[in-house]
């Protein structure tokens, strides 16, 4: 599907953010291992948490739709077969953290993948993995990955990147190993399994950066997930950069370790309220009011890097509206996404008249651009990209041409609809 994006006369009212990509796939994957009855309310309806829905079925557990985004996960039947093939679609997560999942227990199992995840890095999860006594068969670290799972070993590992994907999938195999297994990461990634395995009652600690796990049994519960801080984030960037623009974004998750982007847009000036701030399930949810705003340059490095690495391509938007020279550091991880989210980004939005450079682990932006746009860009692939480059459309002179933007289902379907209702 091809969409022209026009400029926009401003954004007003008020969106209800659809479910966390990240809470929704652990909901899924640790009601399976509970060995009993959760449900899910507000379950993302994304294609990747669709993908991780259907492994949890093909491992034996009954899904049950009780009402749209609401659903009953039985996993008594789990884990009962010795081999399976599990389609892991797009969905990186999906394949590293059923890894872990599935490498300490006595089966046989085949993670593939779509074109795309079989080109990603495997090996930050196959090592640590290996480490701990597990058998792999791969593609030259890449999937497709053949688990011959066992009962594995504790260990203490201090994980090379940031990286919540890696962080949980040796979590997940350490709660199904005798002992205590403890990773230390070099800054706090998203801690979204460590807060719903704890709600789940594992025996689990995180002091600062490292996390301690033993071996446990879940206890089946219902869980709910909250909006996507990552989904928001393109609303919160197009409130601040298109004029005449007063929106509120409803149900947003603002846990800590995903929050880098209100830090940010908070350093560049923008006008951002968070409101009603409220707990659900271990997790921190609010609402967000933000308005068109004066912004000045920043410089994003470090430790605030895992706290925003989804939201980076619509901050390089963000950033060409600033006054000043915006710099992103420490984020060459960005190239390992969906797509190389560095090389990708910087080639299409200089297409409408971004100025943008690559770096080797990051960009450089000159700010205050009037951006020309009247271009065809393509988004590889890739739903972060394909949204942000909309963003950008709607600050463009001219009209802007999105290829394949359908590449929007792995994690907001409901983008187009929603945007469009502000206008
Ligand atoms: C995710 C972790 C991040 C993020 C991805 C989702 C997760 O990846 O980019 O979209 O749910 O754990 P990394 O762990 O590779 O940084």
């Given at each position: 599907?091809?969409?022209?994006?026009?400029?926009?006369?401003?954004?007003?009212?008020?969106?209800?953010?659809?479910?966390?990509?990240?809470?929704?796939?652990?909901?899924?994957?640790?009601?399976?291992?509970?060995?009993?009855?959760?449900?899910?309310?507000?379950?993302?309806?994304?294609?990747?948490?669709?993908?991780?829905l259907?492994?949890?079925?093909?491992?034996?557990?009954?899904?049950?739709?009780?009402?749209?985004?609401?659903?009953?996960?039985?996993?008594?039947?789990?884990?009962?077969?010795?081999?399976?093939?599990?389609?892991?679609?797009?969905?990186?997560?999906?394949?590293?953290?059923?890894?872990?999942?599935?490498?300490?227990?006595?089966?046989?199992?085949?993670?593939?993948?779509?074109?795309?995840?079989?080109?990603?890095?495997?090996?930050?999860?196959?090592?640590?993995?290996?480490?701990?006594?597990?058998?792999?068969?791969?593609?030259?670290?890449?999937?497709?990955l053949?688990?011959?799972?066992?009962?594995?070993f504790?260990?203490?590992?201090?994980?090379?990147?940031?990286?919540?994907q890696?962080?949980?999938?040796?979590?997940?195999?350490?709660?199904?190993?005798?002992?205590?297994?403890?990773?230390?990461?070099?800054?706090?990634?998203?801690?979204?399994t460590?807060?719903?395995?704890?709600?789940?009652?594992?025996?689990?600690?995180?002091?600062?950066?490292?996390?301690?796990?033993?071996?446990?049994?879940?206890?089946?519960?219902?869980?709910?997930?909250?909006?996507?801080?990552?989904?928001?984030a393109?609303?919160?960037?197009?409130?601040?950069?298109?004029?005449?623009?007063?929106?509120?974004?409803?149900?947003?998750?603002?846990?800590?370790?995903?929050t880098?982007?209100?830090?940010?847009?908070?350093?560049?000036?923008?006008?951002?309220?968070?409101?009603?701030?409220?707990?659900?399930?271990?997790?921190?949810?609010?609402?967000?009011?933000?308005?068109?705003?004066?912004?000045k340059?920043?410089?994003?490095?470090?430790?605030?890097?895992?706290?925003?690495?989804?939201?980076?391509?619509?901050?390089?938007?963000?950033?060409?509206?600033?006054?000043?020279?915006?710099v992103?550091?420490?984020?060459?991880?960005?190239r390992?996404?969906?797509?190389?989210?560095?090389?990708?980004?910087?080639t299409?939005?200089?297409?409408?008249?971004?100025?943008?450079?690559?770096?080797?682990?990051?960009?450089?932006?000159?700010?205050?651009?009037?951006?020309?746009?009247?271009?065809?860009?393509?988004?590889?692939?890739?739903?972060?990209?394909?949204?942000s480059?909309?963003?950008?459309?709607?600050?463009?002179?001219?009209?802007?041409?999105?290829?394949?933007?359908?590449?929007?289902?792995?994690?907001?379907?409901?983008?187009l609809?929603?945007?469009?209702?502000?206008?």
């Open positions: 599907m091809n969409i022209t994006v026009n400029k926009s006369k401003g954004l007003k009212g008020e969106v209800v953010i659809p479910s966390d990509k990240s809470i929704s796939h652990r909901s899924a994957m640790f009601s399976a291992l509970t060995g009993g009855v959760c449900e899910v309310h507000n379950f993302s309806m994304g294609a990747d948490c669709i993908s991780t259907n492994i949890i079925k093909e491992l034996g557990c009954s899904v049950e739709f009780l009402a749209e985004k609401h659903i009953r996960i039985d996993s008594k039947n789990a884990f009962k077969k010795d081999r399976y093939k599990l389609d892991c679609g797009n969905s990186g997560t999906s394949m590293r953290l059923f890894s872990g999942i599935l490498a300490s227990r006595e089966i046989e199992s085949t993670l593939f993948g779509d074109e795309s995840l079989s080109k990603r890095p495997m090996k930050r999860v196959i090592l640590p993995l290996e480490l701990m006594g597990a058998k792999f068969k791969h593609n030259d670290y890449k999937a497709p053949i688990i011959q799972g066992k009962e594995l504790p260990i203490d590992y201090k994980t090379p990147i940031a990286s919540a890696v962080k949980s999938c040796i979590l997940l195999a350490g709660l199904n190993t005798v002992g205590e297994t403890k990773v230390t990461e070099p800054y706090v990634s998203r801690d979204h460590e807060r719903m395995l704890k709600y789940l009652e594992a025996d689990i600690s995180t002091e600062g950066n490292v996390t301690r796990i033993r071996k446990s049994q879940l206890v089946p519960k219902n869980l709910h997930v909250c909006g996507d801080i990552s989904s928001a393109f609303f919160m960037v197009a409130a601040a950069i298109v004029p005449n623009s007063d929106i509120i974004i409803k149900n947003v998750g603002l846990n800590p370790t995903r880098g982007i209100i830090d940010v847009m908070q350093k560049m000036g923008a006008d951002i309220q968070i409101l009603d701030k409220r707990s659900e399930c271990n997790e921190e949810v609010g609402d967000i009011r933000i308005k068109t705003s004066d912004l340059s920043v410089t994003i490095e470090g430790a605030i890097i895992p706290r925003l690495i989804d939201e980076l391509p619509v901050i390089a938007v963000l950033a060409s509206q600033a006054d000043g020279t915006t992103v550091k420490d984020a060459s991880d960005l390992n996404k969906e797509s190389d989210r560095i090389k990708c980004l910087v299409e939005l200089k297409k409408i008249g971004v100025q943008i450079e690559e770096t080797p682990d990051g960009f450089v932006i000159e700010g205050k651009n009037k951006l020309t746009g009247g271009a065809e860009v393509e988004c590889y692939h890739d739903h972060r990209l394909a949204m480059l909309y963003v950008a459309g709607l600050i463009c002179e001219n009209p802007v041409c999105i290829n394949e933007f359908q590449w929007v289902d792995i994690s907001f379907p409901e983008f609809p929603l945007m469009q209702s502000l206008f």
